[in-house]
T-cell receptor
């Protein structure tokens, strides 16, 4: 079956622009996670959904970051008024339940100029 | 102090060598532990879960020491294809999920 897909794979934005990153999890996976990975670092947790409920958003770095999963499947991570420090790879992962193996998408590489 | 700490390396070892990585965690209530592998410019993929009793998968052995709050990964008979970054992952009681920064391994011919 298909794995986790993310789009776009690459995004270049001018500082101040809004961006929207999409994640299609594996069908039937209840849990969905967003991470931010800077160069040379491990993924940093941003937020977690169980179905459509956002149970943990403690990792979102500022109120410019917003995530949603309205129907419990596809999720969108939105970043408003992008800043240069937002440049990173944004990874989405899904799992059957929270503590199971997480399957990662290929990521979206965001570059803010 | 970071919640999950790993030696960033790099570890450069010859083919056939045995190499070990450690990872320490600060939250004593942590419940689940994993090792993930990440190839350059690729997404992380699960290598193995880590159980209290220790577990082995072929050339890979993972161990958990709750008293000292560290997990380890041992790779025997290293292959060129083992070259990657190895990430440890800790899940806490409040379902916080934390990755280490990763340990970079290069296996040399």
């Amino acid at each position: 079956g298909a794995g986790v897909s993310q789009s776009p794979r690459y995004k270049v934005a001018k500082r101040g622009q809004d961006v929207a990153l999409r994640c299609d999890p594996i069908s039937g996976h209840v849990s969905l996670f967003w991470y931010q990975q800077a160069l040379g670092q491990g993924p940093e947790f941003l937020t977690y959904f169980q179905n459509e409920a956002q149970l943990d958003k403690s990792g979102l770095p500022s109120d410019r970051f917003f995530a949603e999963r309205p129907e419990g499947s596809v999720s969108t991570l939105k970043i408003q008024r992008t800043q240069q420090e937002d440049s990173a790879v944004y990874l989405c992962a899904s799992s059957l339940i929270f503590s199971n193996e997480q399957f990662f998408g290929p990521g979206t590489r965001l570059t803010v100029l | 102090r970071k919640e999950v700490e790993q030696d960033p390396g790099p570890f450069n070892v010859p083919e056939g060598a045995t190499v070990a990585f450690n990872c320490t965690y600060s939250n004593s209530a942590s419940q689940s532990f994993f090792w993930y592998r990440q190839d350059c410019r690729k997404e992380p993929k699960l290598l193995m879960s880590v159980y209290s009793s220790g577990n082995e998968d072929g050339r890979f052995t993972a161990q958990l020491n709750r008293a000292s709050q560290y997990i380890s990964l041992l790779i025997r008979d290293s292959k060129l294809s083992d070259s990657a970054t190895y990430l440890c992952v800790v899940i806490g009681s409040a379902r916080q999920l934390t990755f280490g920064s990763g340990t970079q391994l290069t296996v040399l011919p």
